[in-house]
């Protein structure tokens, strides 16, 4: 046997090796009936596996916790039971931002357990639990590459309770197996546990996570095993009601006060374990919360987040294809326009849709959509009955990586008096692409290649988007490249790209400090340069970056950094964004910056953040400031103020303009159940103040009732006195709304 064939053996046996000796816990059945209290005092608790000797995430990854955690678990034919201790070290408080679900960030202490229930280390479900039994629940996609892999949108229902005892509180879980999407007939799955302690600004984790990785990143999970396979949890049909009554007045088009009765509902109907179809007929989302507003100083379109919850359960397999300024699909794209007046959105109204979601197995994640939306009469260019439609396929390879394929279809329909609805053949915009997503076994690796082609009447040349995305990242070193190449006819009507007809290169670096310092976790230096340009005009945009980045201890955090940008302007623009004169196409501009941003702590009960900029702008100069306050009164008020003040100075006849974007708003958590949230938002660049306040009391679990108030007001604009005017109403509603979760 040649010495090249040995080492190839020894080192497969390592492998080996090391996979088996992977921490793992095993689940074993019980009989037990488990009463969901907080308390361990179910016999079965007392021969559980135990997952313990919790590692330190932050602030450093190289010892054990301080404060350590105990976990035990096991199951029966209808639940997954959790039981987990978090010891401290003596008597203490707690922080919460709020009673309300679905907490985040690091003003928290929370208990959360991560399953990757395919074993494949790209998806995962998350469920946690706070001291005061407050909820959350969410999913990780795309392998918890970054932080925002997690989203919190996804709400299913679950059981849980936790208790505070004089040095440790705990808390119990029950997670039905109908909750989950997972293969039948398998006996392991991946998981972690990961605790936060606001305490000692202390995060920790069972499966040893680095710290210069994301801490939900799944590449790096432990392994539950099953005394014996899964099998199949039974009939999975959850049917979700609705009904709603709103009035609205339309000040602004003198129209009269507009009542409505609508009834509709969603159906959530496992077609296997792993494999889910939702229907939804005459959807209303008049609950979702507003948006906030920013201020606009692009020459381009902003995006908002999708909000709507029939848009979220396996929302990546659709929304992750393209990179973040070229989305083939982009979900607002389906039942939602925006006022030109109000700037707040407004609901196409959508008749019905389907999706199908999920694994067929281990490997392959498929996601079909299908949503017709409603002719629209009222707005200044009329809209046709349109049917949208969606259909992707992802197959893991390697390790962690996937391909994906994805398919698009917008169709226009004519709605006749009849009510028959026909093919307008010429009303089509349909798209065709691929991607590879990078995500090497160890992270050290990960970045996206993807191509894309549109299709619309005529089919001119050029319709296609192209990307090349790279990162590596190690615990002292990051190093990122993109190079985006973006056909000028490319047109995804369903998607999200807001720029056209450019080629682009953006290569970045960051070096990482960490000194053996009580103040100081890690900081460093960054540097980037991005570099727009297009066959017809050359170089039209460049931006140069070079900052220092701090990351404190207490968790509070900031950088400074020195910009140079270069503008050619191929159109018309005015720099405030306010209709004043425009500069002209063909100029060009270098001007120069510098930004610091700060964050505080955030386990304060007052804390914020504020970021400002100041130096050349086009052919004058800009000044801006973004500053939020946070206050709460644990656990039952929250209070936050966000000012967004922009001054701009140009040289006549260009128009110089003082923008105020001013968003308080008020959180009162009565109990885990009961809430209300007002929120106002003055924005003089579209001259129009918002109120939006919502009560939301949930009966039972996922079913709630919502009293929802919405108000617009026209606000003086402009770099005079009456800044802070505030002038007639525009539009006003009011909507009732009840929905019920029912499992059948």
């Keep these: 046997m040649s010495v090249g064939i040995r080492l190839t053996i020894a080192v497969l046996l390592c492998a080996w090796a090391a996979d088996a000796q992977r921490p793992h816990l095993r689940m074993v059945r019980t009989a037990d009936h488990v009463t969901i209290d907080g308390k361990m005092d179910e016999p079965a608790w007392q021969s559980a596996d135990v997952a313990h000797h919790f590692k330190q995430y932050f602030p450093f990854d190289s010892s054990y916790a301080k404060a350590q955690t105990e976990v035990r678990m096991m199951y029966d034919d209808h639940f997954i039971y959790v039981h987990a201790i ?10 919460t931002p709020s009673l309300r679900r679905d907490f985040r960030g690091e003003a928290n202490d929370g208990f959360s357990i991560v399953l990757d229930t395919y074993q494949d280390h790209t998806n995962a479900f998350q469920f946690g639990i706070n001291p005061f039994g407050v909820q959350r629940e969410g999913m990780v996609s795309n392998g918890g590459t970054v932080s925002e892999d997690l989203s919190l949108t996804w709400d299913n229902k679950w059981f849980s309770e936790a208790r505070i005892l004089e040095d440790r509180w705990e808390c119990e879980m029950a997670i039905p197996f109908k909750t989950l999407r997972y ?18 600004a202390e995060r920790s984790t069972w499966a040893v996570v680095p710290r210069f990785y994301p801490i939900v990143n799944l590449a790096f999970l432990n392994e539950l095993i099953w005394d014996k396979p ?7 049909v959850s049917v ?19 009542n409505q009765l609508t009834f509709g509902g969603d159906a959530k109907i496992g077609v296997s374990p792993a494999l889910n179809l939702d229907l939804t007929v005459n959807p209303d989302f008049s609950q979702v919360e507003v948006d906030q507003q920013v201020t606009n100083l692009s020459r381009f379109e902003i995006s908002y987040p ?23 699909f982009f979900s607002r794209r389906i039942g939602v326009t925006r006022s030109p007046t109000t700037g707040q959105n407004v609901q196409n109204p959508i008749l019905g849709g389907a999706r199908l979601s999920g694994k067929i197995d281990n490997k392959t994640r498929i996601g079909i959509m299908t949503m017709q939306a409603d002719k629209i009469d009222t707005l200044k260019q009329p809209l046709p009955s349109i049917n949208y439609s969606v259909a992707a396929i992802q197959r893991r390879i390697f390790s962690r990586s996937s391909i994906g394929l994805i398919m698009l279809n917008k169709q226009a329909w004519h709605d006749s008096a009849q009510h028959d609805f026909k093919l307008l053949p ?53 190093v990122d490249w993109l190079a985006q190449d973006i056909g000028e006819n490319f047109n995804p009507e369903m998607g999200y790209t807001p720029r056209r007809g450019f080629r682009r290169i953006d290569p970045k670096a960051m070096v990482f400090f960490y000194p053996q310092s009580k103040l100081v976790n890690n900081h460093g230096p960054a540097g980037e340069l991005d570099l727009t340009w297009t066959e017809r005009y050359g170089t039209t945009d460049w931006a140069g970056n070079l900052g220092y980045f701090i990351n404190f201890q207490n968790t509070a955090d900031g950088y400074v950094l020195l910009r140079k940008d270069y503008t050619l302007l191929y159109f018309d623009f005015d720099p405030t964004n306010t209709g004043g004169a425009k500069l002209p196409a063909g100029t060009s501009y270098g001007y120069t910056s510098l930004m610091a941003y700060f964050d505080s702590n955030y386990r304060k009960q007052f804390y914020f953040n504020i970021q400002g900029q100041v130096g050349q702008y086009f052919n004058g100069t800009r000044t801006n400031a973004n500053i ?10 929250a209070f936050s103020l966000n000012v967004n003040y922009n001054s701009i100075k140009l040289p006549a006849p260009y128009k110089s303009a003082d923008l105020l974007l001013v ?36 009966f039972r679990p996922v079913s709630d009732f919502y009293l929802v108030y919405t108000d617009n007001y026209f606000a003086e604009t402009g770099y005079n006195s009456h800044l802070f005017y505030v002038g007639q109403p525009k539009l006003r509603a009011l909507v009732l709304k009840l929905t019920y979760w029912m499992n059948m």
Excluded: C
Excluded at 240 to 258: D, G, L
Excluded at 442 to 467: D, I, L, T, V
């Design 230 to 236: 899964l099998h199949h949890p039974g009939p999975n």
């Design 426 to 478: 010429n009303q089509f915009n349909r798209l065709i692409g691929v991607d590879y997503n990078l995500a090497s076994k160890s992270n050290r690796w990960n970045g996206k290649f993807f191509y894309h082609h549109s299709f619309q009447p005529h089919n001119p040349e050029k319709s296609f988007a192209s990307s090349a995305a790279l990162t590596y990242k190690v615990q002292r070193l990051q």
């Design 86 to 95: 978090m010891h401290n070290e003596g008597p203490r408080k707690y922080i």
């Design 183 to 200: 293969k039948e007939g398998l006996t392991a799955w991946n998981i972690n546990f990961y605790r936060i302690d606001s305490h000692a």
């Design 628 to 637: 939020t306050l946070n206050y709460r009164i644990q656990p039952y008020m």
């Design 306 to 328: 999708e909000k709507r919850q029939f848009f979220l359960e396996n929302a990546d397999l659709f929304a992750s294809f393209g990179s973040l300024n070229s989305r083939p």
């Design 240 to 258: 979700i009601p609705y009904v709603a009554t709103r009035t609205n007045h339309n000040y602004e088009n003198k129209s009269p006060t507009e």
């Design 663 to 698: 968003g308080p708003k008020v959180d009162f958590t009565f109990s885990r159940k009961l809430f209300w949230t007002t929120y106002v938002q003055y924005n003089n660049q579209i001259s129009n103040m918002n109120i939006n306040s919502r009560l939301q009391w949930r």
